[in-house]
């Protein structure tokens, strides 16, 4: 008995235990169901479904001329919705067979039985985001969503495409590193980098939508189509100041004379006085194994000994304080002078003796130019280093494109200041620039003293239509009088006609400019000696000289052929830049003083043809033309004196060869080819034999031979 009892007893407190158990279960469902129900519904759904940010597609960056530069490719990741609504049990297997073979034939990445399985398997796992494909080019989507099954649409077929843009330069590497790049971050958002991407970003990025997604199995993320999905607005069209043509001229002169010389890297930039818009700019770097690329912006990020380009502002400053003139007589001695114990030379063995001040910048005296600074501003340095700063010489030129070095220009104040920076100061050593920097003040020489801010961009667009638009900026309005400044274009002239830059002289474009050949200093051995030295090759100047229209700067860095001067290294590529532009541009050609006299003859031979085209031209050159029919759409043509007759020629029969003796041959290919018929021709100019001959029978794909003279 006390066994049971004890039996008993257990079994009661264990049933009370099971009870309290399932009462707080039941109570904490409860609770969770009631109390707690909405905060984990919101929980789950969290979990379960999400936002995901919908990237805009990104605006294109255009040449002067609407060429794209820069544009959003898409591509699409093909899926499929096997529990789609129209995809019952019948349609899919009426129609699995031919998808499967459609999709092996067009990927022939895998074979139709391999499709077949992979689809049917996906089916019967009810999968509801089924990869296809990734990365479908838009030419290939557009074939892809007539397939079977898939033509049936999004809702009924399952087809699903999500697109992706990638970004692509149809021009390659023509102005890369200008135009820059776009990255993206962790959370697929993108964002420009470098260069006018940059820029420009706020513009060409849009604006970015929302679309709900759940997972599902495989840790993947299906879209669901909600009403409450926000759509992305596109980026904005970014129209730059940059010529394509141009561009390629740039980079393919600079590309020639870097492969020649075994350069480290070279830019190139061409500029409209005027306006500052750059209408080439071209940075080539080689890389460990020997090929050039645009790796690095050297035309707004490289600072650098400008050398003896810099001549020239430092013969503004000495011309501005009224210290020398141009016929001023300078002592060149032997080519040497001395610096507390240090040599400056001049490239020309013995010198030159006594010349002019023209002359001294002519021919790119260093000695030259070194005493006349050192004559008039030894005691004064500031006053020379306030004349480079007033000409905003020490100043960045605040391009919107990121990554411009700031110029370094230093003063007597300066704890590296000695007896030795201001000779070698004047003649482009111990001061650092960057190209387009240099560029930007010949610019102002060029323009009359008005120093403009380089522009790269000059409007921006949307769907097609201007929104907004870039003026030219001036940064200085004078940066020195207008006398210095035609003393100062006397000698850039100079330097072409007589000087150390006379191999850029032609007939057809007069060139001004200054050649800069300037010794690179290597950190170990300083400039090296003789057998070691390395050496940078500038040319900077304008076209046409008597109106300048066009600026450019040519700088190449350590060339290691036996050429090495900036005058037969740069210079051949300026010039080819700028018969290009010759060639191109109108404008700057002299007014044509031929006188023209009209033709007093018969009427000109015209060819058989379409009427309509006919009628423009008559009427446009004011031709008299008579018409025996006036719903005719292809006639013969007849000449006289004072009129043009059309007869009318009979196309329309079918099965009959039509006569297009005495056309041209666009005219005769287009009729031929309307009626079905195949055209097979031999020589040029105008149709005077055809096989099978005029009102012959023919079938559909015959060919029609023609003789043209």
């Known amino acids: ?80 919705d096997m529990m789609a609504e129209g995809i019952t049990d019948d349609v899919f297997i009426d129609n699995l067979d031919s998808l499967s073979l ?9 074979t139709k039985e391999q499709y077949k399985k992979e689809i049917k398997h996906a089916r019967v796992r009810k999968e509801r985001y089924f990869l296809i494909k990734k990365n479908v080019a838009f030419t290939d989507f557009k074939t892809i969503k007539n397939f079977p099954i898939f033509k049936m649409g999004k809702n009924r077929g399952g087809f699903i495409a999500i697109p992706t843009y990638k970004r692509v330069k149809p021009f390659n590497i023509l102005a890369s590193r200008t135009i820059g790049y776009v990255l993206e971050n962790e959370s697929g958002e993108k964002s420009g980098y470098l260069g006018i991407e940059s820029a420009y970003d706020h513009e060409l990025r849009g604006i970015k939508g929302l679309k709900l997604m759940k997972k599902i199995p495989g840790n993947q993320w299906m879209p669901i189509h909600d009403a409450n999905e926000i759509e992305p607005k596109d980026g904005r069209d970014v129209i730059t100041t940059i010529d394509v043509i141009l561009q390629d001229v740039a980079e393919t002169s600079l590309m020639k004379q870097l492969t020649e010389s075994n350069a480290d890297w070279g830019c190139v930039v061409l500029m409209e006085v005027s306006t500052g818009d750059i209408k080439a700019m071209a940075n080539l770097q080689r890389d460990s194994l020997g090929r050039y690329g645009e790796y690095f912006n050297h035309a707004i990020g490289s600072s650098v000994d400008p050398g003896s380009i810099f001549k020239l502002p430092s013969l503004i400053v000495a011309l501005e304080d009224g210290y020398v003139d141009l016929d001023s007589i300078i002592d060149t001695e032997n080519g040497v002078k001395m610096y507390y114990n240090k040599p400056m030379r001049d490239s020309h063995k013995g010198g030159y003796g006594r010349i002019s001040v023209q002359k001294v910048f002519e021919k790119s005296s260093n000695v030259g130019v070194s005493k006349i600074i050192t004559r008039y501003y030894e005691s004064q340095p500031q006053r020379f280093i306030d004349r480079l700063y007033s000409m905003r010489l020490n100043m960045p030129l605040g391009l919107e494109i990121p990554g411009e070095a700031k110029p370094v220009i230093v003063g007597p104040k300066n704890k590296f200041w000695s007896g030795l920076t201001l000779p070698w100061m004047s003649v482009g050593y111990s001061i650092q620039i960057t190209p387009l920097q240099i560029l930007a003040f010949y610019n102002a020489i060029a323009n009359n003293g008005i120093m403009v801010k380089p522009r790269f961009v000059k409007a921006i667009q949307e769907h097609g239509k201007v929104i907004k638009t870039f003026d030219p900026e001036i940064l200085h309005p004078s940066i020195c009088s207008k006398q210095t400044v035609q003393k100062a274009r006397k000698m850039l002239e100079g330097v072409v006609e007589r000087g150390t830059a006379t191999n850029l002289k032609n007939d057809h474009i007069k060139i001004a400019g200054k050649t800069g050949t300037a010794q690179i200093a290597n950190d170990k051995e300083g400039y090296g000696n003789a057998g070691n030295r390395t050496y940078r090759a500038s040319f900077c100047g304008y076209f046409p000289a008597e109106n300048p229209k066009y600026t450019c700067i040519v700088m190449i860095n350590n060339p290691r052929g036996k050429v090495f001067y900036g005058g037969s290294l740069s210079g051949p590529v300026f ?83 039509p006569s297009v003796i005495g056309m041209g041959l666009s005219d005769a290919v287009y009729l031929l080819e309307q009626k079905g018929l195949k055209v097979c021709v031999k020589g040029r100019g105008t149709i005077a034999e055809q096989y099978p001959e005029p009102g012959m029978e023919v079938n559909k794909n015959d060919t029609i031979k023609l003789s043209l003279i």
């Open 102 to 110: 459609y999709l092996a034939d067009f990927f022939k990445n895998k």
């Open 575 to 657: 010039e080819e830049i700028a018969e290009l532009v010759y060639a191109k541009s109108l404008d700057i050609h002299a007014p044509c003083t031929t006188k023209y006299y009209l033709a007093k003859s018969e009427m000109p031979d015209v060819k058989n043809g379409n009427k309509d085209y006919l009628k423009t031209a008559c009427k446009k050159l004011k031709f008299k033309m008579v018409d025996d029919n006036e719903n005719a759409e292809w006639v013969n043509i007849i000449t006289e004196p004072s009129k043009i007759i059309c007869q009318s020629t009979n196309t329309s029969r079918k099965n009959i060869v």
């Open 1 to 80: 008995m006390p066994i049971r009892k004890e039996i008993l007893t257990r079994f009661t407190i264990i049933y009370w235990l099971v009870f309290l158990f399932a009462i707080g279960v039941i109570a904490k469902i409860i609770h969770l169901q009631f109390a707690e129900g909405t905060k984990w519904k919101e929980r789950a759904m969290e979990l379960s479904q999400k936002e995901f940010i919908i990237q805009a597609n990104r605006g294109d960056i255009l040449d002067a001329e609407g060429k794209t530069l820069c544009s959003s490719v898409p591509f699409y990741e093909i899926r499929m």
